[in-house]
């Protein structure tokens, strides 16, 4: 079995967004790839006739984001980029490809239909003029979703007219709208806006209120405030209620979500996860190149439950929560994987999923989690000539007793103590968990197996455990991470004990013979494999292996 190399990177496809038709019967979905000879990304869309499995792709050059059906089902628009510029297409039965949006404009989605599939609305993006030679820092004027400084940015709503590509701009004197969602009745919109610029991510918003347009008479109607911190918002199928992923009066900069129902009028907010262990929102860390997919992680297809992308103990599941009655979660769709909801119709849902050994595929299933297909298998053919991951479970305690869990990966063929890298996840209100990450195939398959840990912080353990960390980051997150190495040196130490005349606890004081450079060298590494304990560890130990387990002789 080979080992991996950086470029091996570029072999991976990655599916990016899925919308399901409106009767169910097919799923469009953009692919992306590189071409590392040509030094570019490219992009397909994908419209599949569920149960047959044929897909056909209309042609388009540029870079495709967030498709999204017409109410007939006749029609498909999607964002792309090309020559410079960011527009609205349609494409049509016939797979022919149009501009909806004249060229100049930068469209950042989604995209929102009206019911009657007369009019498209979509924000744009104006970043203005910005001084590159010089610039003060007096506020928190970034976006890191590559958008940059926003102090001089512009996001505006227009509605298209999709029978006469004609456009016109909402005058909602906000310097800041966007995120629009028509109505079911189509004479509201739904949308979330600011006067001033929003910074930090679109995917989490602070400083933005929820607002809903009359179409007709231009009236503005405050939801939800802009002591909110909101990620997306959706209507319930009646239009009297808002479902929304937020949180309110965290001291966090980065909150756990919960979601919310909220009337139209903004009267009666109500939390439907009160209570449950899970942030509203995918946050398992991945170094796939899709954190731009799905941002409408609430779906309402039906008036008594939304279903929602939840992270909770390093995984992603799919939940059903009650909208009406006694507070209700229903993890639908579950398991040792990342899972990121798409969409939902009243009767399917469609979601991606990706585990610690393969990048997202297309899966839908009922709206109960059950039926589940598989609908691509982009990597299928790349990944069976890598060497495959061992990951394995660590459940622990702090010094305080808080109690944590993380993994260790290796490659699968491998045995024994192996040198190890220890991955500390960003945020730090995300987690790690059940998800691919290229850098860690690589290591493990050059021989390093990699070490991580949901430390206090994290988000998918509730509240209470995320606020853990506040004021003190790095010292108060540094007992666990110690934690999390010794974990890992304990199944490591558990699993080299074979004679039977050495204990697994002898061992583990024998690590700690030379208490000077172990301490030193356990705060920047983990374990070693047994050829290099001579240089790391104590003699008491290496004179054990070698008595009393015949080491020199075993293979690793």
């Known amino acids: 079995m080979r080992v991996l190399k950086p470029n091996d990177l570029f072999a991976l496809a990655f599916v990016h967004d899925a919308r399901l038709s409106p009767d169910g019967r097919r799923i469009a979905y953009v692919v992306s790839r590189t071409d590392e000879a040509l030094d570019r990304e490219s992009f397909e869309l994908v419209i599949e006739e569920l149960g047959v499995g044929a897909g056909r792709t209309p042609r388009f050059d540029g870079r495709i984001s967030s498709p999204a059906w017409s109410p007939d089902g006749k029609r498909l628009a999607f964002i792309g980029t090309d020559a410079g510029s960011c527009r609205v297409y349609l494409v049509d039965e016939d797979l022919s490809v149009a501009a909806l949006t004249a060229a100049g404009t930068t469209v950042q989605g989604p995209l929102a239909w009206s019911p009657d599939g007369a009019t498209i609305a979509y924000a744009t993006l104006e970043l203005g003029h910005c001084d590159p030679s010089m610039r003060r820092i007096s506020a928190k004027t970034y976006r890191c979703e590559g958008i940059g400084f926003v102090d001089q940015l512009r996001q505006n709503i227009h509605l298209a007219d999709v029978a006469s590509g004609s456009s016109r701009s909402l005058d909602l004197g906000l310097q800041i709208s966007m995120q629009p969602v028509f109505s079911p009745c189509g004479k509201r919109l739904l949308f979330m806006g600011s006067a001033t610029p929003v910074p930090y991510s679109v995917t989490i918003l602070r400083g933005v209120k929820l607002l809903a347009l009359e179409i007709e008479s231009g009236r503005v109607t405050e939801i939800l405030d802009d002591s909110?911190?909101?990620?997306?918002?959706?209507?319930?199928?009646?239009?009297?209620?808002?479902?929304?992923?937020?949180?309110?009066?965290?001291?966090?900069?980065?909150?756990?979500?919960?979601?919310?129902?909220?009337?139209?009028?903004?009267?009666?907010?109500?939390?439907r996860t009160?209570?449950?262990?899970?942030?509203?929102?995918?946050?398992?860390?991945?170094?796939?190149?899709?954190?731009?997919?799905?941002r409408a992680n609430i779906l309402a297809p039906n008036a008594g439950a939304a279903y929602a992308t939840v992270t909770t103990h390093?995984?992603?599941?799919?939940?059903?929560?009650?909208?009406?009655?006694?507070?209700?979660?229903?993890a639908v769709v579950t398991g040792p994987r990342s899972c990121l909801i798409t969409d939902a119709t009243t009767s399917r849902l469609s979601y991606c999923a990706s585990d610690l050994n393969v990048p997202w595929d297309l899966y839908t299933a009922s709206l109960e989690g059950t039926d589940e297909k598989r609908h691509t298998a982009l990597n299928e053919n790349v990944l069976a000539r890598w060497p495959s991951l061992r990951g394995e479970h660590l459940e622990f305690e702090s010094a305080d007793g808080t109690k944590l869990e993380g993994w260790h990966v290796s490659r699968a063929d491998r045995s024994g103590p192996q040198p190890t890298v220890m991955f500390i996840h960003g945020g730090p209100y995300i987690a790690a968990g059940h998800a691919f990450r290229f850098d860690f195939h690589l290591l493990a398959a050059n021989g390093y197996a990699v070490l991580f840990a949901n430390f206090?912080?994290?988000a998918g353990y509730g509240e209470a455990f995320a606020t853990g960390l506040l004021g003190d980051w790095g010292a108060r997150g540094f007992p666990d991470h110690m934690a999390a190495v010794d974990a890992a040196i304990a199944r490591v130490v558990d699993d080299f004990t074979g004679s039977g005349q050495?204990?697994?606890?002898?061992?583990?004081?024998?690590?700690?013979?030379?208490?000077e450079p172990l301490d030193t060298f356990r705060r920047y590494m983990a374990v070693y494999c047994r050829e290099q304990a001579y240089c790391h560890f104590s003699p008491a130990l290496i004179a054990n292996l070698e008595k009393h387990w015949n080491a020199a002789q075993r293979k690793i």
């Open 228 to 271: 909110w911190m909101m990620s997306s918002a959706a209507w319930t199928p009646d239009g009297e209620r808002v479902v929304v992923a937020a949180s309110r009066g965290s001291p966090l900069p980065i909150p756990t979500m919960g979601l919310w129902v909220v009337s139209r009028d903004g009267s009666n907010p109500q939390c």
């Open 314 to 330: 390093g995984s992603g599941e799919i939940w059903r929560i009650s909208l009406e009655g006694p507070v209700r979660c229903d």
């Open 456 to 458: 206090r912080g994290s």
């Open 274 to 294: 009160r209570g449950a262990i899970g942030n509203v929102g995918l946050r398992v860390h991945h170094d796939m190149p899709t954190w731009g997919t799905a």
């Open 502 to 515: 050495v204990s697994a606890a002898g061992n583990r004081r024998a690590f700690r013979v030379g208490e």
